[in-house]
């Protein structure tokens, strides 16, 4: 195993850094400080680079992701570009004339962030021009998907501008280097051992390394996107003897498809379920555009979303809504867990220390009427007051089956049991679901903190039944019932 390498901008850099470093810190002491730091949790962008990923086809993509929360040690052997790789100031590149051609810079200190989210956008290589002449609200008339600067924040409030920088971008040219450097692979994980004065960070070469590692070491941290415990790690200066990357086994990473269940590698990105199956599981397609921003769905995971325990997470109250299962593998072998039963406690879960989350498993068929409501202060990249996941089986107008995933509203994501039952068995109708929305009011706590009061979470989680009736109304031809805004 030799000296960690990381290659940016083009040249081999040699990573001598702190165990617990960040990609943000060390590229700054390289002097790439068009890197920024803004807020040190992935919330503003400024810290935005490029990292060479693999497209899924054999290809490479080039993905904007935060590094204040990517450890440096994560990227041994990976491809980086910054702001100044992508032009120089004798030579723009596309996204940084139209930038500065329109105006799209005020006081700086955003526009790195702002450059690498629309050249990862630029780069998309199924960007397409939209069907309108002119696109719509979210999309250009060049295909550019504004949801890409979602993680961005212009303090100056200069966002017009950017959008018609955004929207003025062609294609890449033949000549481009980035753009053909899509036609080869990504750079294959490497395999890491770096030992420092704040603790040691590890990336072992299998699944059978890393479950070795943990049966000895099972205090270790384990970290994949590492979108959570960068936070832990800038914020409230965590630091740990051992943290061993597991974003990059192979048995973490696959999708399948099977007769009777979906099986999700606990490594996959939520980036990448949204692309693999936002169309073939519905209610996983309308929660993952709600979860953060696209800087953090690029790295965020979905078993890494379940490992914090955390009562306030967006995946776990869908997942519960489809019945889905735990995969957790140790040295001894795998064992499969209901998630309505993995969650224990406040951050607890029965997942023991010498174990780790190999995969989440969907059984299969998916109930026909589903919906994730999220209920936050603002319609994107916020964390949730109440998040209510739907899952209903409807045969001649009577509730069949019923699954409904709470978050927010205890020390746990649950399963709203009571009124699961309440609904189980009747028809559905404006009567059911009103006496069934009073049930759902008092599931859960509901707590009170400084996003939401317990009254506000219960009227909310009442409102949100009476929504989903609305919106299976037409295709069910039933009676609608008033919502209140």
């Known amino acids: ?49 490029l990292i060479a990923t693999a497209d899924g086809n054999g290809g490479t993509a ?111 040219t033949d000549a481009d280097p980035l753009a053909a450097r899509r ?97 073939r599981v519905p209610l996983l397609g309308e929660l993952i555009p709600q979860f953060a921003s696209r800087l953090i769905r690029n790295r965020a995971t979905i078993g890494g979303n379940l490992g914090t325990g955390s009562p306030i997470g967006d995946t776990p109250p869908a997942l519960l809504a489809l019945g889905a299962r735990v995969v957790l593998a140790s040295a001894d072998g795998e064992r499969e867990v209901e998630l309505a039963d993995y969650f224990t406690g406040y951050r607890q879960t029965l997942k023991r220390p010498e174990e780790l989350i190999r995969a989440v498993r969907i059984p299969l068929p998916l109930p026909p009427f589903t919906a994730f409501h999220k209920i936050a202060k603002r319609r994107f990249d916020d964390i949730s007051s109440v998040a209510v996941a739907f899952a209903l089986d409807i045969e001649d107008d009577v509730v069949t089956a019923a699954k409904i995933g709470l978050g927010g509203v205890a020390a746990t994501p649950l399963r709203a049991r009571a009124t699961e039952d309440e609904l189980l068995g009747s028809v559905w109708c404006a009567d059911t679901v009103r006496e069934a929305a009073i049930v759902l009011g008092r599931e859960g706590t509901p707590m009170a903190d400084h996003r939401a009061s317990g009254e506000y979470r219960a009227i909310m989680l009442s409102q949100a039944l009476l929504k989903f009736y609305s919106q299976t109304a037409d295709s069910q031809q039933t009676e609608t019932v008033e919502v209140a805004s």
């Open 62 to 172: 080039w993905t904007a992701v935060n590094a204040c929360l990517v450890p440096v040690a994560a990227l041994d052997g990976q491809e980086v570009v910054t702001s100044e790789g992508l032009g120089t100031p004798d030579a723009l590149h596309p996204v940084q004339e139209e930038l500065a051609t329109r105006g799209g810079s005020q006081c700086g200190y955003c526009t790195p962030g702002f450059v690498c989210s629309m050249a990862s956008e630029f780069y998309r290589s199924d960007r397409s021009p939209a069907h309108a002449e002119h696109g719509d609200a979210e999309h250009g008339p060049n295909g550019f998907d504004l949801h890409a600067l979602s993680g961005n924040l212009c303090r100056c409030t200069g966002y017009r501008p950017i959008r018609d920088a955004a929207y003025a971008l062609g294609e890449p």
């Open 1 to 49: 195993m030799g000296d960690p390498m990381l290659t940016v901008n083009g040249l081999r850099r040699r990573i001598d850094a702190p165990a617990h470093a960040t990609a943000l810190d060390w590229l700054r002491g390289e002097g790439l400080t068009g890197c920024k730091e803004g807020c040190a949790e992935g919330e503003c962008g400024a810290c935005a680079v």
């Open 183 to 279: 036609n080869a692979p990504a750079p294959e994980a490497v395999a890491t051992d770096i030992t420092a004065a704040d603790g040691r960070f590890v990336r072992p070469a299998t699944l059978e390394d890393t479950l070795g590692l943990l049966a000895a070491e099972p205090g270790a941290v384990l970290v994949a996107g590492s979108t959570d415990w960068g936070v832990e790690v800038n914020l409230r200066g965590r630091r740990a003897p051992l943290v061993v990357a597991i974003d990059r086994l192979p048995e973490l990473r696959g999708i399948r498809v099977g007769d009777d269940v979906i099986e999700i590698g606990a490594a996959v990105t939520l980036t990448e379920v949204e692309r693999e199956l936002g169309e």
